[in-house]
């Protein structure tokens, strides 16, 4: 076993480094982030090769001191805590005097500085760490940091980079999340002397999503707030079609810092339970504002992560408030289908002039989102009032509400013994005409506007859902099985059986504990599937704890509902459009598919040119 010694200090630094200075990505979060804590209103970051050949960081911030420059290099100097009872209502995003002196050990830096009042400014120059040249300059209020030739000393580290080009889009990524983070500040991002992002910085958030995801984007996104508790939230999220396949286009922040947040990004999930497929991810950009106090930023070298003391409250505030704005958009999605038109000869000039009419909208920074009404045509109103007439000509009884009932698909327009709590759309949803069935597996219907195809499946399944998340609090009929399922369950799965017994026993099932991890299904719901308990379980089993009821009432209603290929009676259609128009979201089945689309009279105009 080797002797014990102390690290000189060029190594000590070195290794520092590794933990806060990853790749050029990181230089450029720590130096923009302490021009954002200077005070900065402009930003400029200049990279050249993705950051490992130079990277300049520009700000008209409140500049440092002469005696002070020199200090900025050393470990553990800053201006922002003076002791430790600081760091527990940290309110900058830089605190631990670690980012210069971790940048300096492993490149070449240069640093112009100037304070607002000073007549002149201060440079400085270090190699690996060392201070190499003093000197005053000339230069405008704020500081500007140069960093060369990256991990010169360090030729391991520079080995793993990635190509320029990969490195050039982290940095892309990371400006666009901290412009987002403060929509008051103008960032310019210059890659080989091309300008990849810039940003307003007029204070409006919407108008920062557009110039840095697009003005499309932008049109489909809607403001959210709430608070509770001493938690406030903002920001905006994505209408449930414009989502993603990854969660990479979702920008946390708390308290002004983008960070990582696993229980904040499954809270957003779980608002958009049922309005999207399982593996689609919303849009969202999410301020979370929270007393100091209760955030723990200092449980990661890079200030990625943080700790939250309120979690459950956080999460409740924001499932609330996403759901409240998604609630003010629940229509029927309209069939989109391109329609075949003469191509027209453009010039080059008139090709692009879309383009820049867009680029000019980011250059004068304003943001119209309003969108245009389609020209009425006059058959197509035509139409629409006669097939109002023939709606409202229907008798009341041919509209008699029946209940679907929950225990049979077989058996689906029996009347339920309860009647479940509704939250009625019906001004969104339109009065419907069954004309017939598809396949059979779609219900075709007549509406004031158009025709609308109904998933008879995805339909019931909404209904179902909705039934048995209201129901939680009552007991449901069971039948027994002639031979017990066992259920062979690890000590995860049994955990959150154990925790979520009663909610199972409520929906009818009937569970016994049959010695250490087994257990027996003695008896499920009226019109359970046989054959499918064991898999019932093991796919509710498979999901986070928060989601449980919610996936419950999800899997029961899939397996319950009526299937596709069932044939149905106009009655039976009836009935069902009946039920899906008193729900609280009747466009979307448990599982995130549509249930109802239309195709507009203009559009089968259009379709036939008449």
């Not at 405008?140 to 391991?156: E, R, Y």
């Not at 017994?501 to 087994?518: L, M, S, T, Y």
């Not at 029961?556 to 899906?580: H, P, V």
Request: with cysteine.
């Amino acid at each position: 076993m080797p002797k014990i010694k102390v690290l000189d200090q060029q190594t000590a630094n070195k290794i520092a480094a590794g933990e806060v200075v990853e790749r050029p990505f990181s230089v450029v979060k720590e130096l923009v982030e302490n021009a954002l804590d200077s005070g900065a209103t402009r930003i400029s970051i200049d990279i050249k090769d993705g950051g490992i050949t130079s990277i300049t960081v520009s700000d008209n911030g409140c500049g440092i001191e002469p005696d002070d420059a020199a200090l900025a290099f050393l470990r553990h100097a800053t201006s922002k805590i003076n002791k430790v009872e600081d760091l527990f209502h940290v309110a900058t995003l830089g605190f631990r005097g670690e980012a210069l002196p971790s940048i300096a050990a492993v490149s070449l830096v240069t640093m112009v500085t100037r304070t607002q009042n000073s007549d002149g400014g201060t440079k400085l120059e270090l190699e690996g760490g060392q201070i190499v040249n003093t000197e005053p300059v000339g230069c405008p209020p704020g500081t500007s940091i140069t960093i060369k030739d990256l991990f010169f000393n360090t030729p391991a580290r520079k080995k793993h980079l990635k190509s320029a080009a990969a490195e050039t889009a982290m940095i892309s990524d990371l400006i666009s999340r901290l412009a987002l983070s403060r929509p008051d500040v103008n960032f310019k991002l210059i890659s080989q002397n091309r300008i990849l992002l810039e940003t307003p910085g007029n204070g409006k958030l919407l108008d920062t999503i557009a110039a840095v995801n697009g003005v499309q984007m932008a049109r489909k996104m809607l403001p959210i707030e709430g608070q509770g508790d001493g938690i406030f939230i903002g920001g905006y999220v994505g209408k449930p079609e414009l989502n993603r396949a990854t969660r990479t286009n979702q920008t946390l922040l708390v308290n002004g810092r983008y960070v990582k947040s696993k229980i904040i990004s499954d809270a957003l999930q779980q608002a958009y339970f049922t309005l999207l497929s399982s593996n689609r991810y919303p849009v969202a950009v999410l301020t979370v504002e929270i007393d100091p106090t209760l955030v723990d930023v200092n449980v990661h070298p890079a200030k990625m992560e943080v700790r939250i003391s309120k979690e459950r409250e956080l999460c409740q505030i924001i499932i609330a408030a996403v759901k409240k704005a998604l609630r003010t958009v629940m229509v029927v999605p309209q069939l989109e289908q391109p329609v075949m038109q003469p191509k027209v000869s453009q010039s080059p000039v008139e090709a692009k002039e879309p383009k820049n009419q867009e680029e000019a909208v980011f250059k004068q920074t304003k943001l119209d989102l309003s969108i245009s009404p389609e020209p009425i045509n006059p058959i197509a109103s035509g139409q629409k009032k006669l097939i109002n007439q023939q709606l409202n000509n229907q008798t009341a009884d041919r509209y008699e509400t029946a209940n679907i009932a929950v225990n049979s698909p077989n058996q689906a327009w029996q009347e339920t013994k309860e009647t479940y709590q509704k939250q009625p759309m019906q001004d969104n949803f339109p009065d419907l005409l069954p004309i017939g069935q598809l396949l059979p597996t779609y219900i075709l219907c007549q509406g004031p506007d158009g025709l609308y195809i109904i998933d008879q499946h995805a339909a019931h399944e909404r209904v179902l859902y909705e039934y048995y998340s209201q129901q939680q609090d009552k007991e449901h009929d069971s039948q027994m099985l002639l031979v017990p399922v066992v259920l062979e369950l690890n000590h995860h799965e049994t955990q959150i059986l154990t925790d979520n017994i009663i909610a199972i026993r409520q929906v009818g099932f009937i569970i016994e504990h049959f010695g250490g991890n087994n257990y027996l299904i003695r008896g499920v719901p009226n019109g359970f599937p046989a054959g499918e308990e064991a898999k019932f379980f093991f796919d509710i089993l498979d999901t986070k704890t928060d989601y449980f009821h919610e996936k419950l009432a999800a899997s029961l209603a899939c397996r319950n509902a009526i299937k596709a290929g069932q044939k149905l009676s106009t009655m039976e259609m009836e009935n069902l459009i009946n039920q899906i128009k008193e729900l609280s979201n009747p466009f979307s089945c448990p599982h995130g598919r549509p249930t109802i689309i239309r195709l507009t009279f203009d559009e089968l105009i259009k379709r036939f040119k008449r």
